[in-house]
């Protein structure tokens, strides 16, 4: 079953705890005000987009698989920002994207990404394998 969205700042404050370590789906939900920050409306015309809603009008604006639900939130949302990590492409895109629509600086970026992470509020569905995983509906 599809949890609620739980909101990262308590997901980080508990060391992820509560998500499971399975494969599974995530779905990371932003404020809808959000939409209008990213420019979305600006690229596309969003009456036409299927967007995910949570209960509290939160919507989703990314979702992925992950051998590991726990590791794969847990990295995107408080991967360290080193230049290691950039320089060995071992980095989050996700991370780094909502670096660059911020127009956070990377190197000292690491507080304000933390504490947009914390913005937001993700759900997940656990699976117990990756191909049921990549069969789930993300409607």
């Known amino acids: 079953m599809t949890t609620q969205p739980q909101p990262v700042s308590s997901l980080r404050s508990h060391s992820w705890s509560a998500v499971p370590r ?3 789906v995530y779905w990371w939900y932003f ?8 420019g979305i409306p600006k690229l596309c015309d969003t009456s036409r ?3 995910r809603y949570a209960r509290d009008g939160r919507v989703c604006l990314y979702h992925g698989l992950a051998k590991d639900l726990r590791q794969r939130i847990a990295w995107h949302a408080a991967q360290k920002l080193l230049p290691s990590a950039l320089n060995s492409g071992f980095l989050s895109t996700f991370r780094l994207t909502l ?4 127009d956070f600086e990377y190197l000292n970026g690491g507080g304000q990404i933390d504490n947009y992470f914390d913005s937001l509020s993700i759900a997940w569905l656990a699976t117990g394998d990756l191909p049921p995983a990549s069969r789930t509906s993300v409607k």
């Open 31 to 38: 404020p809808a005000s959000y939409v209008d920050d990213l």
């Open 22 to 24: 399975s494969p599974g």
């Open 49 to 51: 987009l299927r967007l």
């Open 99 to 102: 670096l660059a629509l911020n």
